[in-house]
């Protein structure tokens, strides 16, 4: 039987919980994605990466939606859900900002 130790995060891939194997220094998911400790960086590096995009994309397409539903508000609903959809675009731009610094696991200093 194997002895593993579950650490306090998530695969990157499917959100269960991860544990270290014992006789390995393999992480493993209940799942069973497997990971040797950098591909776990690395792929967690990307999930990251994924989820700043999807919440850059939500909050860029506010405009559409309050352009969708216009037709069927008030012209004071209108005004206001508009001037939210602007806050969200602004608030897009920083997400992106993160996005532009957001750097990946490396284990080693590059030359």
Sequence with gaps: ???????????????GPLSVVAESSEIRC?????YS????LQSHYEAQERALWSAVVALEEAMQLVDAVEPHCSPASV???RRQAQTKF????????VLEHLEP????EEH
């Design 105 to 108: 696991f490396r284990p080693e």
């Design 1 to 15: 039987m194997e002895i593993t130790t579950p650490i306090n995060a998530t695969c990157p891939e499917c959100r």
């Design 79 to 81: 005004e206001r859900l």
């Design 37 to 40: 400790p950098f591909s776990l």
């Design 30 to 34: 209940l799942v069973g994605h497997t």
């Design 90 to 97: 602004q608030q897009a731009k920083e997400v992106r900002g």
